[in-house]
């Protein structure tokens, strides 16, 4: 739907197809980033901290960026054997390092200025599901993070210069004189649609009664987003994310977080021992 879409303007417009499509990922990215901003000052309403917490979120962004380069960075390293300026200069993001960079930024931005974290990380959480789902959408919009090669009716097809185009291309899966790539699986909707079940999820949670005790809901976060995130990737095509023997980088980044939130909430279940009394 965002090839034919951005097919359709560039023929009104005369402007290349996959710019259009760039510029959708970019506004749709910022507009996630937004609204997670946005959310996150309403649910910190009436805390007295609340102008420094959106500082430390603010602050916090660029090295969101850099943990986003960092497994891309790792990944063009290991394949050309050797660390080069070019290497880390250009190539791809890849979210879940970013996710979880800003989140330890946020956490220690919060310590050395005196602050509880959780208040932040919790509402952060909560919204960041909804977020992604936009950045999601302009993923598709974008070509990135594309689907694997289905004859399903739910494929689409991107333009020429897209990702998946130049990845076919390369491989020899396309006739002379293409224009568009072959149907992929949509992946970027299937995970947005998933992201938007998780806050869905995420918001039944948090308004439990009596409340939840701090830094719950963002280990229900990142244990929720984990399993989506593994089970997502199976409908991934893109070569560029990394495969290693069968599953790839992020899936093995989701079984570590996946096991360690899952141990934080099984021990925060677990009674408190009661006092001792001697005989």
Do not use: K
């Amino acid at each position: 739907m965002g090839g034919f879409l951005a097919f359709l303007l560039s023929r009104a417009t005369g402007m290349d197809a996959f710019a259009l499509l760039q510029a959708g990922y970019l506004l749709l990215g910022l507009t996630g980033l937004a609204v997670v901003l946005g959310f996150t000052r309403r649910e910190l309403a009436g805390n007295p901290d609340r102008g420094r917490y959106l500082l430390v979120f603010l602050a916090s962004l660029p090295f969101g960026l850099a943990g986003a380069r960092l497994i891309p960075i790792v990944q063009d390293a290991v394949a050309a054997g050797r660390l080069t300026p070019g290497i880390v200069l250009t190539g791809g993001l890849v979210f879940y390092g970013g996710a979880l960079a800003i989140l330890l930024a946020m956490r220690l931005c919060c310590r050395l200025l005196g602050l509880s974290p959780w208040p932040l990380l919790d509402a952060v959480c909560l919204y960041a599901p909804l977020g992604h789902a936009f950045g999601r959408l302009g993923c598709f919009f974008g070509g990135c993070c594309f689907g694997s090669e289905t004859q399903c009716p739910l494929g689409v097809r991107f333009p020429a210069g897209s990702p998946v185009f130049l990845q076919e291309r390369l491989a020899g899966l396309l006739p002379e004189g293409a224009v568009a790539s072959l149907p992929v699986h949509p992946s970027q909707l299937y995970e947005a649609v998933g992201n938007v079940a998780l806050f869905g999820i995420l918001s039944l949670f948090s308004r439990r009664s009596g409340g939840l005790p701090p830094g719950r809901l963002a280990t229900a976060y990142l244990l929720g987003y984990a399993v989506l995130r593994f089970c997502l990737e199976f409908w991934r095509g893109d070569a560029l994310r990394g495969v290693y023997c069968g599953i790839s980088a992020s899936q093995y980044v989701a079984l570590a977080v996946a096991c360690g939130a899952a141990t934080v909430l099984w021990r925060a279940r677990r009674p408190a021992p009661g006092p001792l009394h001697s005989a």
